[in-house]
């Protein structure tokens, strides 16, 4: 398996853009997790989804942050408008996630895209 | 509120042992993972613990003291490689993965 998929790896980009991260989950894995990692507040859970659907989404910091998940193969998740404070690495991870077995709740994490909002 | 604390950084030397600690406060529990972070990498599994006691893995093991609220990752003959970034994360009573904010851990030869 070619693990979880995230792309861009990096993005520069300036104040007041549209920034869209993506993700592709590991085949047959229910759960995917969005988090945004710095030096400061270290690995923060933004958003995870149960079979496309969105479950918690109480770590999305404002209303500029979105994420979609249309199918079980694809997520995204969109800054509109970016601010640099938005600057940090976003990672998607994905488990099988069957509550109650830890060997399917272990989650595997993507390469992550280091966004810089200048 | 949850909470998990680890030391911010550790220092040891190539070939010998560390042990890195991890004390909790959560909404119930439901298994504690260890991943390893490398700089500028994504987190990697390493372990996790639901019963106390202690899981080997090769020269990594894990220690769990539910009733402590207590974990620790130790590591065996250090290599170089070894320096990264050690997470502790707690599964809670909601099933949710509260992290902690990791330990630096330097190897010096």
Known sequence: DAG??????????????????????????DYLFWYRQTMMRGLELLIYFNNNVPIDDSGMPEDRFSAKMPNAS?????IQPSEPRDSAVYFCASSP????????????????????VL | GQNIDQPTEMTATEGAIVQINCTYQTSGFNGLFWYQQHAGEAPTFLSYNVLDGLEEKGRF????????????LLLKELQMKDSASYLCAVLDSNYQLIWGAGTKLIIKP
């Open chain 1, 4 to 29: 979880v998929i995230q792309s861009p790896r990096h993005e520069v980009t300036e104040m007041g853009q549209e920034v869209t991260l993506r993700c592709k989950p590991i085949s047959g894995h």
């Open chain 1, 74 to 78: 694809f997520s995204t998740l969109k």
């Open chain 1, 97 to 116: 996630g069957l509550a109650g077995d830890l060997y399917q709740e272990t989650q595997y994490f993507g390469p992550g895209t280091r966004l810089l």
């Open chain 2, 61 to 72: 093991s894990s220690f769990l003291s539910r009733s402590k609220g207590y974990s620790y």
